[in-house]
């Protein structure tokens, strides 16, 4: 069974940074899609950045400008690096990988919280 593993989190200032990364434990066949959801306390679950095989990449507007996701296919890892955070991007950052059967996996979840 593929897991993903996540790593990155933790406690930053507002206006820190801060650089996520994701590595699966084995290969997986023909990627579609990987990236980063999130979850805030009371929220429902969030798109923050997806990034497609073929290059496109998607990002909620209230990360654009400030989130940047690179990928490497090959090596089956993705990152999101956070720049300028806020209090409001406090959340639980969830791993995603989708394969192009369409089935997805998770990783477990790492806290960002931001705050002074």
């Known amino acids: 069974q593929v897991q993903l593993v996540e790593s990155g989190g933790g406690l930053v200032q507002p206006g820190g940074s801060l650089r996520l990364s994701c590595a699966a434990s084995r290969s997986i066949f023909s990627i579609n899609a990987m990236g980063w959801y999130r979850q805030a306390p009371g929220k429902e679950r969030e798109l923050a950045a997806l990034?497609?095989?073929?290059?496109?990449?998607n990002y909620a507007d209230s990360v654009k400008g400030r989130f940047t996701i690179s990928r490497d296919n090959a090596e089956k890892t993705v990152n999101l690096q956070m720049n300028s955070l806020k209090p409001e991007d406090t959340a639980v950052y969830y791993c995603?990988?989708?394969?192009?059967?369409?089935?997805?996996?998770w990783g477990q979840g790492t806290q960002v919280t931001v705050s002074s």
């Open positions: 995603y990988i989708r394969d192009i059967g369409g089935y997805e996996y």
């Open positions: 990034i497609y095989s073929i290059g496109s990449i």
